[in-house]
């Protein structure tokens, strides 16, 4: 049982940890984008219309197309959805958290219209509902050898190349924010970005970049979370809060990637422990659902009061930039 | 004076300055334009999506949102709950101080409510009971916004962050106390509270279950026009959102002015869950907030946390919502269509700010450098 805890909490895990990756790389350079959750509503109705459309269309089903088209959907919806908040906040100076949040109704009604209304526009009554489980096996295929190292297998090998993908993803932001250069510039410019502009680094385009990148990586796990967790069956309001829990994984993980996969499986954990729990009456359960928001605020607390520098949120979040300001 | 070395240091196509002070009228030729903008671009999305005149669906989304006088009362009392809620977190707005948690204080103010309502509904006489409700909501409210402000005095605690996480918190409080007072037993949802003696239901007035609760509004939105316009707390919270440092220097305790305002949002937030519960619902459920602490922050935002100007900006936000709704009934689409519609809207409008504080100004055209003009700029130099 508790095997199949680690395997399940892990499987909880990596939506969050795209999301809080992807949301940590967005606030390194100086952007609290609360529409995260929007982004990946957006990232999973993506390639859930990818898959969509090429299930449909082709008559011989290949699994690398099956999953290349609604990845490469995915990304692009979630980019989309990226540079909308960057032309919003960056260019336009708008306010940042009221743009997250108009990014979040808008990502969350896109994911639940095109969810619930795919079948209708395609014109194509025979389906009844969204299911794409060749496209979600394609994604599920694991590595042959898991099942045959037993327990280790199972808690190690047993998940899909996305699972590994957010990981890997999380150790490469890790090292391109504390070893490339390229990455102390977008520091500098989350921190203070009139002395990066100084400096002579383009701010707005390490903005652009990091908001851009930051929202496709957030979107992958939208992705993960439906042709994996949930089979590639669309359910509107599915993917629920993981959106706002991802964003509480940042802080959890005080801005670092790497903490932020241990973070991440912790928050798993807590988000399915009453299952767990045997002899747990319904209401309790939802008591014990409360765990991860308060960790988060825990955690917030607790940094807060130490007030070790690098600790800290980036010193500008939330600030627009505008160059002539003093 | 680089002009004329011959060496021309480059100059971009255009910079942007900001603007010191628009005309009324201008600014909101801006923003009025940007919604017909908006509405354009929503057309050609609604022509995409279903294939119908644009023209037609407007006015489907007009029937559906005042075509009837049931409609229209129904109208009503969203934007009256909208408004209210939209009115509490505009001083903690202004204060910049970014409650985002008005969700989890209306739900803490609801759940307060319905447990008066259940335990003590129908044992108390009513002159006990209302008060005891209308004290209960506004203290739970006001406690649940106060924990992330008194963080936020003390050790400078992210109140973003903070107010969302006491959401979920809410929100699973509430589920759980679902499932203790659930009725029908073990359904999980607690149903119509005291539906036969209707015990701490808010009164009708003249047969209309809403207005009681608009003319709390009405009286809730003028009272706050007049706190934050004219009264020394208002003032001393606009400077502490300008400037924390010149608030400090002018002698206003900040600690203080961040409780004590954050207590007036929880306060109202919970009114607005005395309101949605005793006064509308009759029942408490975790959605029975409805995203309105989310959306609030767009009404008070686009309104320039001006609380007359925000009976217009949410108007125009339940409008939508209504009218999308009916455009996703009469078409047999998901009735999300109205997120969609009021996302791109809101985009649109939080866009037109820009021109209104900020003004592009070209690259100006090349002077030909005449010998007379190269004169006059030796003189200049010799001075």
């Known amino acids: 049982m508790i095997v199949a805890f680690i395997t399940r909490a892990i499987m909880q895990a990596i939506p969050l940890l795209y999301g809080s990756t992807g949301e940590i790389i967005t606030e390194k350079s ?17 390639g859930v219309i990818g898959a969509f459309m090429y299930e449909t269309h082709t008559s011989s089903f290949n699994s690398v197309l099956a999953v290349l088209v609604p990845l490469l959907a995915s990304v692009l919806g979630s980019a989309i959805m990226g540079l909308i908040y960057a032309v919003l906040t960056v260019t336009l100076r708008a306010n940042q958290n009221v743009t997250g949040l108009a990014l979040t109704t808008f990502g969350v009604g896109f994911g639940n219209f095109f969810g619930g209304s795919l079948i209708k526009l395609s014109g194509n009554t025979e389906i009844p509902s969204i299911a794409l489980s060749n496209t979600s096996n394609a994604f599920r295929t694991t590595l042959p050898f898991a099942d045959k190292l037993g327990v280790i297998g199972k808690l190690l090998f047993s998940y899909s190349f996305l699972a ?9 932001a890790t090292y391109y924010f504390n070893h490339t250069r390229s990455g102390l510039h977008l520091r500098a410019v989350g921190e203070s970005p009139a002395t990066a502009d100084a400096d002579g680094i383009n701010v707005s385009a390490y903005k652009y970049g990091a908001t851009i990148i930051g929202s496709v990586i957030a979107g992958l796990g939208g992705l ?31 801005w670092r990637p790497n903490i932020g996969i241990i973070g991440s499986f912790v928050f798993g954990g807590l988000f399915i422990i009453h299952n767990y729990i045997p002899g747990l009456s319904m209401g309790a359960q939802e008591i014990f659902k409360m765990a991860p928001y308060v960790v988060t ?21 939330g600030l627009s930039y505008f160059r002539e300001d003093r | ?5 011959g060496k021309k240091a480059h100059e971009p196509l255009f910079h942007i300055i900001k603007r010191n002070g628009l005309p009324f009228w201008k600014s909101w030729l801006i923003r009025i334009l940007s919604v017909i903008a908006a509405l354009i671009v929503c057309g050609i999305v609604i022509v995409f999506v279903t294939g119908e005149n644009p023209l037609e669906m407007y006015k489907t989304m007009f029937e559906g949102a005042f075509g009837t006088e049931r409609r229209r009362w129904g109208l009503m009392q969203d934007l009256a709950m909208l408004l209210c809620v939209s009115l509490a977190v505009t001083p903690a707005f202004k204060m910049k101080f970014w409650n985002i948690g008005a969700e989890g204080q209306v739900l803490i103010g609801g759940l307060a409510t319905a447990a008066c309502m259940i335990l003590f509904g129908e044992k108390l006489s009513p002159y006990i009971l209302y008060p005891l409700m209308i004290c209960s909501s506004i203290i739970a409210g006001a406690v649940w916004a106060v924990i992330p402000a008194f963080f936020k005095a003390k050790w400078n605690t992210n109140e973003t962050l903070f107010t969302l996480m006491m959401n979920y918190i809410a929100i699973q409080i509430l589920s759980y106390f679902s499932y203790i007072w659930s009725n029908p037993k073990g359904s999980g949802k607690i149903g119509i509270i005291n539906a036969s003696s209707s015990a701490g239901w808010l009164p009708y007035i003249g047969n209309n279950k809403y207005l009681f609760n608009i003319l709390i509004v009405l009286a809730l939105t003028i009272f706050m026009y007049i706190y934050l316009k004219y009264s020394k707390h208002g003032y001393e919270l606009s400077v502490v959102g300008e400037s ?11 600690k203080k002015v961040i409780i004590r305002t954050m207590l007036l949002s929880g306060a109202i937030c919970g009114i607005a869950g005395l309101l949605l519960v005793a006064g509308a619902n009759h029942t408490v459920s ?21 609380p007359i100007y925000m009976i217009l900006t949410s108007l125009l936000l339940v409008f939508l919502d209504k009218g999308a709704t009916e455009i996703s009934t009469t078409f047999s689409l998901n009735d999300s269509f109205s997120e969609i519609i009021t996302g791109i809207i809101i985009f649109f409008i939080i866009g037109s700010e820009f021109f209104i504080n900020y003004k592009i100004k070209f690259r100006e055209k090349e002077v030909i450098t005449k010998p007379e003009t190269q004169e006059t700029v030796k003189e200049g130099n010799e001075q």
């Open chain 2, 1 to 5: 004076m680089s002009n004329n070395t």
């Open chain 2, 286 to 306: 975790s959605n029975a907030a409805d995203g309105r602490g989310f959306t609030a922050i767009m009404v008070s935002w686009l309104a320039k946390f001006n």
């Open chain 1, 224 to 254: 993960y979370y439906v042709m994996d967790y949930a089979n590639g069956v669309w359910s509107n309001d599915g993917f629920g809060d993981r959106g706002w829990l991802a964003i509480a994984l940042v802080i959890f993980a005080i």
């Open chain 1, 297 to 317: 605020i825990l955690v917030l607390i607790i940094v807060s009061t130490r007030k070790k520098r690098e600790n800290l949120p980036p010193a500008s979040l």
């Open chain 2, 244 to 254: 924390e440092n010149t608030a400090r220097y002018i002698g206003i305790n900040v």
């Open chain 1, 164 to 172: 590994y993908a957010a990981i890997i993803i999380a150790f490469i």
């Open chain 1, 30 to 46: 100086g952007h609290l984008n609360l529409g995260t959750a929007g982004v990946m509503y957006v990232g999973g109705i993506c």
